[in-house]
């Protein structure tokens, strides 16, 4: 009866795995129909190289542009900069004599300031004095009055100085005509709203606009229109470009409200790239490209580059292109746009809770004799958890069921299958014959991937459940990472410490766990296994922490050459606990049981949970792209073996230098 159960419960689970892999099919379509990479670069960077060598800027930007460059960005001018170089000359003015209001019934400009105070501007170029104009009817309301060259605001020049009137009308041609694209960068302003918002968004566009990264630490519209900004944005064409880590304000409510349908930008700050080596700065950008989803480089050029520094620059963009280009998966170079927006539908959202429900009642079959008021309580939860994915919450809520308790049924199928075949006695006093240990490694390869395929499952319902464009792009993220990790490792610790099978029914289940908890309770403290405690502990906080979208410890710089070289290696690294730890731990332990040697194969079992959890954790972050994360667990998996059989081959060498010492 209980084996029929279970086969219609795995029926239920594949019947399940379908929409998942339609949505994942989806998303793998998806990603791959957008390579598109824009390299960027910084146009006063760019026009300061050209004074300082003496080139044409034009001629700079054209070799870049052969370099693989495809952008770049433009700060909106504002008036003080303008000072700066000359163009704007102040003069500032008193009032005009008459009759002067009081300063309480005085209207007011912004920030307190009486309307009679003014400035006057010298500014003998026609055309910047019509951008301050246009600049002060859009984001201030004031018609400035106009004289020759003078122009008399009502507003103090220390407020005044900020605005930003702009963009250079040459500027932009030159960029255009080396075949480059004006990536705008502007400024948001005081008081913005819909209106002003409206028709900032359609001066960018007249001036040819079309991907913006804002300048500045906040977005245009903070704090009270960013929604509007969105679809302001959207109805004129224009592309957001979200600075990762850049932290703006308001980027987030702007993400969100274009709901994923705008481009990431990643760029390395001044400060780190004094510290950083060119051939460190093109493998951060690849990976960026290659494993979050970043369609934008903005890449600031070389601090003391060395002479001549534009050929040295030139072949630091050549690398990077030639570097996304080259390597696989395969970059274009070309204007970035955001990924095609895509999601699963409710129905199969709710089929995929139903896979949830049936592998939440396989676990309990495996786990615990189940009956009663708990089995109406888990086919409660099965009704929910096929309800619960119409909402997004319920989404998370069943994402995170599966994705937590995936990696413990295979736990649970591996027990049952080892407590069958080999039982629980323990042959430590007999020796194990010589190479016993890899070739059992090497029979158990086939249980080792088994368990692999039932953790994948539990990454397919995370993908199916969460996957959309707004996951792609960081909008979404699974929030239950390190509880799903904390809590299968304790879960499958718990049924190895405590026995804890449905084997023999309720009454023998109880007395198991009940016998396995009074021997550890009464278990001598030794100093070893307290220090072998507190070292678990340390182990499992560090996992923790470096686990989740914005993990809270770094990495070491070795270990960042040693990702370095196998990304060389295998175009996608395995991850260093799966590979490591993790899997060669899970292949050994099945080994040592199957040699019937529980007392060190349960404890690698326990261990072996880090790679099978890690599994579903792979998938668990949606910028990464689909494909990679495949082969984040496909190259961990057949390294785990090789690991795991150098690992054995060091054991038995081992063992039988140990036994001929004893002899």
């Known amino acids: 009866m209980r084996a029929k159960t279970r086969l219609v419960l795995w029926v239920l689970v594949g019947v399940g795995i379908l929409p998942a892999l339609w949505v994942a099919s989806k998303r793998w379509k998806v990603e791959a129909a957008n390579h598109r990479v824009e390299i960027v670069l910084d146009w006063e960077e760019v026009r300061s190289l050209a004074d300082e060598t003496g080139a044409p800027v034009d001629q700079v930007l054209r070799r870049f542009y052969q370099a693989g460059a495809r952008g770049v960005a433009i700060n909106e001018d504002t008036l003080g900069e303008m000072q700066t170089i000359g163009a704007v000359e102040v003069a500032p003015e008193p009032a005009s004599t008459g009759r002067r209001r009081s300063r309480r019934s005085a209207p007011v400009l912004s920030e307190g300031l009486p309307a009679e105070m003014t400035t006057v501007l010298r500014i003998p170029n026609g055309a910047l004095r019509a951008r301050l104009e246009a600049a002060l009817k859009l984001k201030w ?154 369609r934008c480089l903005y890449v600031r050029l070389l601090p003391g580059a060395p002479v001549p520094p534009v050929n040295a620059n030139v072949q630091y963009i050549n690398q990077i292109a030639n570097a996304l280009t080259d390597d696989r998966p395969s970059m274009t170079l070309n204007f970035a746009v955001p990924f095609t927006p895509y999601e699963s539908k409710a129905a199969m959202r709710c089929l995929m809770g139903l896979g949830v429900a049936a592998a939440t009642l396989l676990v309990a079959t495996y786990v615990w004799p189940v009956s009663g008021l708990p089995m109406v309580a888990l086919l409660l939860l099965g009704v929910l958890d096929v309800a619960l994915p119409l909402k997004d919450i319920g989404r998370q809520i069943v994402a995170l069921q599966g994705a937590l308790l995936m990696p413990v049924l295979a736990f649970a199928v591996l027990r049952d299958a080892l407590d069958r075949r080999y039982g629980a006695r323990d042959g430590a006093g007999q020796p194990l014959p010589k190479g016993a240990l890899w070739r059992a490694v090497l029979r158990q390869i086939p249980a080792y991937l088994s368990m692999s395929a039932i953790s994948v499952i539990g990454a397919l319902f995370v993908v199916g459940l969460l996957s959309s464009v707004q996951g792609s792009v960081k909008v979404t993220e699974f929030r239950g990472i390190k509880l799903q990790q904390a809590g299968a490792i304790l879960i499958v610790l718990l049924i190895f410490a405590l026995d804890i099978s449905s084997r023999g029914g309720l009454r023998a289940a109880k007395a198991r766990v009940q016998r396995r908890a009074v021997e550890i309770w009464n278990q001598p403290l030794m100093v070893g296994g307290l220090l072998a405690a507190i070292v678990g502990l340390a182990a499992f906080a560090f996992l923790l922490a470096r686990s989740g979208n914005d993990p809270g410890v770094g990495v070491s710089s070795v270990e960042l050459r040693v990702r370095a070289i196998l990304d060389h290696l295998l175009v996608v690294r395995p991850r260093t606990k799966d590979f490591l730890i993790g899997n060669p731990a899970l292949l050994l332990g099945i080994a040592l049981v199957s040699l019937r040697r529980p007392k060190w194969g349960i404890p690698l079992l326990v261990i072996g949970a880090i790679g099978q959890v890690s599994i579903v954790n792979t998938f668990c972050h949606f910028h990464t792209p689909l494909m990679i994360s495949v082969l984040h667990v496909f190259n961990g998996l057949w390294t785990g073996v090789l690991v795991a059989l150098v690992y054995a081959f060091v054991a038995d060498r081992m063992q039988s230098r140990a036994s001929g010492a004893i002899r």
């Open 141 to 294: 309301r004031v018609t400035p009055s106009i004289s020759d060259e003078d122009v008399t605001v009502r507003a103090a020049w220390p407020e005044l100085s900020g605005l930003g009137v702009g963009f250079a009308d040459d500027v932009i041609a030159l960029v255009r005509g080396a075949h480059m694209e004006p990536v705008l960068r502007p400024a948001n302003f005081l008081g913005a709203n819909p209106e002003s918002i409206r028709g900032q968004a359609e001066s960018l566009k007249m001036a040819g606009g079309r991907l913006i990264v804002f300048g500045g630490d906040q977005v245009l519209g903070y704090p009270g229109s960013v929604k509007e900004t969105a679809d302001i944005l959207t109805a004129n064409g224009l592309v957001y470009g979200q600075i990762e880590l850049g932290k703006q304000k308001g980027e987030e409510n702007l993400a969100a409200a274009l709901k994923g349908e705008f481009v990431r930008v990643h760029s390395i700050n001044p400060v780190e790239m004094s510290r950083m080596g060119p051939s460190d700065a093109v493998d951060r950008f690849v990976r960026a490209a290659q494993e979050r989803n970043i």
